[in-house]
């Protein structure tokens, strides 16, 4: 009998990317395609098709279907046995959402005999007036700033949002796009039947038909009360205007386990690509609690820092904080019950490095800061307006710095005050970045980049998933190990461990 496979999307911003994985973790198959170069038809730029001065940031919906498909069809023609595949589960973007019209709720797929294979799907849920909206918001979107000072005080301000929700009113979150939909397109908000996130309207692609939100993802819209993991009813009320239980329906019902089966995939799958019927489809969740699995965040107290183009920290928590700082943004771990995950953003962050790096390699960069004394700089970089601490964009904070390279680069490494078993990233190439938080953390630092996390993180839920329905826990510490492992040999620029 052969062995079964398991296969992860991640619908990102620019991308899509699939991963296929075996019961050993080891990956067999993967593609990758970009919404600008392969999908040209949706006149993106860096996959956003709708941008301007006042904040707003959208996304064609139905590009997300037609990526879904491209990547299916690569994905056999480089010889992906489709028909092994188990169970499929995906990452989307986070806070992004898509907004369906009624037709929608009767399918989101041709039927078997409406439409040739050669057809684009995306385009064909166009033509069939599937979208209320056919660009809908992403997490780029700041035009909300009003909906965000509203929403906070309808529970009393901004510290009860956090401790209800997990999280304060930040403008990209969904609940606060959707109160600005309501407001000012009254037209639009009325003939919305269901609003998907990106997550959950790819995993009603799959099924063909809308389904549900899972809860890890939902905690990225201030609506989710995170005690009960169900939609807030003051908030859905005034999200809405009118009554809360109309907006759980427009939203499918109340959020759902991220390890949980939505159903089998659509015949439309089964017929045009080999798909077996009894290939499942995992509820679908969001890009950073799909990253953290692909990273190997599954213990208390593992952290995780990302020194991208703003900086992520990452952390598991054991169980759901009692005051949520308003700075944080909590969300409940996709695969492990009861645990959540605190994650900080810093806006300032590669290009803050790379601007003090300048033209030395990292290595460079790395001697000099040997070369400083330590401990005798400590510098706030505003590049960019950040949001932790709420700053304005400006000239560095700082007690006491000079001017040369050698005194300049430990200000940019002496701001983080968080430490990390993970790093990853520009930054995390340079020797004495690792060295401090392994200094400061008194542990080994694992420094690795792996950019197709979130879609691995997928592949794997959508094995544990399969593993759980059939009764089994297959989250262990040797599983854990055995993640780990492969994460550092697969690798794509693997820096080492201090």
């Not at 709708?50 to 299916?72: N, R, T």
């Not at 989101?108 to 409406?114: G, K, Q, V």
């Not at 699995?293 to 593992?302: A, I």
């Amino acid at each position: 009998m052969d062995s079964p496979l398991f296969l992860g999307f991640d619908v990102s911003t620019q991308s899509c990317k699939a991963v296929v994985v075996d019961e050993n973790l080891n990956t067999v198959f993967s593609t990758s395609l970009n919404f600008d170069k392969d999908l040209p038809q949706y006149h993106t730029i860096n996959g956003v098709s709708i941008k301007d001065s006042s904040g707003v940031a959208k996304s064609p919906s139905a590009m997300f279907s037609s990526a879904l498909q491209l990547s299916i069809e690569r994905l056999r023609r480089a010889g992906c046995p489709l028909k092994r595949i188990v169970c499929i589960s995906g990452s989307g973007q986070q806070h992004g959402s898509v907004y369906l019209a009624a037709t929608a709720i009767n399918g989101l797929l041709p039927d078997d005999d409406d439409t040739d294979d050669d057809e684009d799907l995306g385009e064909w849920q166009l033509e069939h007036g599937l979208f209320a909206m056919k660009d809908g918001p992403i997490w780029m979107d700041t035009s909300t700033s009003e909906e965000c000072r509203q929403l906070a005080h309808c529970v009393g301000g901004d510290n009860n949002l956090a401790k209800l929700t997990g999280s304060k009113a930040w403008e990209r979150f969904t609940g606060n796009q959707i109160l600005k939909l309501r407001r000012h397109s009254p037209e639009v908000f009325d003939r919305t039947a269901r609003i998907c996130l990106v997550s959950s309207f790819c995993a009603g692609v799959l099924l063909g038909r809308p389904t549900r939100v899972d809860y890890s993802d939902a905690a990225g819209m201030n609506m989710m009360e995170l005690s009960s993991l169900n939609w807030s009813r003051p908030i859905c009320d005034f999200i809405d205007g009118k009554s809360a239980d109309a907006l759980t329906t427009r939203l499918g019902g109340q959020p759902v386990d991220p390890m949980a089966i939505a159903g089998n995939i659509s015949t439309y799958w089964q017929h045009r690509y080999g798909f077996s019927p009894s290939c499942t489809v995992n509820y679908w969740s969001g890009d950073n609690p799909c990253a953290a699995v692909g990273m190997g965040l599954l213990n208390s107290g593992d952290i995780l820092v990302s020194l991208g183009t703003s900086d992520t920290c990452l952390c598991v928590l054991p169980s759901m904080p009692v005051s949520p700082p308003p700075s944080a943004f909590i969300f409940p771990h996709p695969v492990k019950p009861g645990s959540f995950i605190a994650m900080l953003v810093y806006t300032n962050g590669d290009v803050t490095r790379r601007t003090v790096k300048g033209n030395r390699s990292w290595d460079q960069f790395s001697e000099s800061i040997r070369a400083s004394s330590p401990g005798k700089y400590l510098t706030l970089f505003t590049s960019t307006q950040e949001i932790l601490p709420a700053l304005q964009k400006g000239d560095p904070i700082t007690a006491e710095i000079g001017n040369r390279d050698d005194e300049v680069s430990p200000g940019i490494l002496e701001r983080f005050p968080e430490g990390k078993l993970l790093v990853t990233g520009g930054g995390s190439r340079s020797e004495q970045i690792r060295q401090v938080f392994s200094d400061v953390f008194e542990r080994s630092v694992v420094a690795l980049d792996s950019p197709d996390a979130a879609a691995l993180g997928a592949a794997y839920k959508a094995m544990l998933a399969t593993a759980k329905l059939n009764g089994k826990d297959v989250i262990d510490e040797n599983w854990y190990d055995r993640a780990l492992q492969i994460l550092l040999r697969r690798a794509s620029d693997f820096c080492g461990i201090i």
